[in-house]
Nanobody, 120 residues
């Protein structure tokens, strides 16, 4: 059974940094995509960053390009999201997710989320 558990959320002032982690287990896809999504109250869920099998490719939403970096440690089965130069509009619940195949289409497995709050 696939399990995803996020860590690292919290409160920070604008301009600060946070690193989110997602401990993953139970998936055996030979080709997969892992991603970070976020959802603020009253807004739709937004895809933030994605990484393909073995880190071959990464994709970012325009709103976070140059500020966020997605990476993974295969030995630890952990996905990371380094968030720098945080802005109040980055405030949201952040979720990690995984799917088999390419980074398009619906993600089948989700974590429980971790809250990020950025104050001005």
């Amino acid at each position: 059974q696939v399990q995803l558990v996020e860590f690292g959320g919290g409160s920070v002032q604008a301009g600060g940094s946070l690193r989110l982690s997602c401990a993953a287990s139970g998936y055996t896809y030979s080709r997969y995509c892992m991603g970070w999504f976020r959802q603020a109250p009253g807004q739709e869920r937004e895809g933030v960053a994605f990484i393909s099998t073995g880190g071959r490719s990464t994709y970012y939403a325009d709103s976070v390009k140059g500020r966020f970096t997605i990476s993974q440690d295969n030995a630890k089965n952990t996905l990371y999201l380094q968030m720098n130069s945080l802005k109040p509009e980055d405030t949201a619940m952040y979720y990690c997710a995984v799917k088999d195949g390419y980074c398009s289409g619906d993600f089948g497995y989700w974590g429980q989320g971790t809250q990020v709050t950025v104050s001005s």
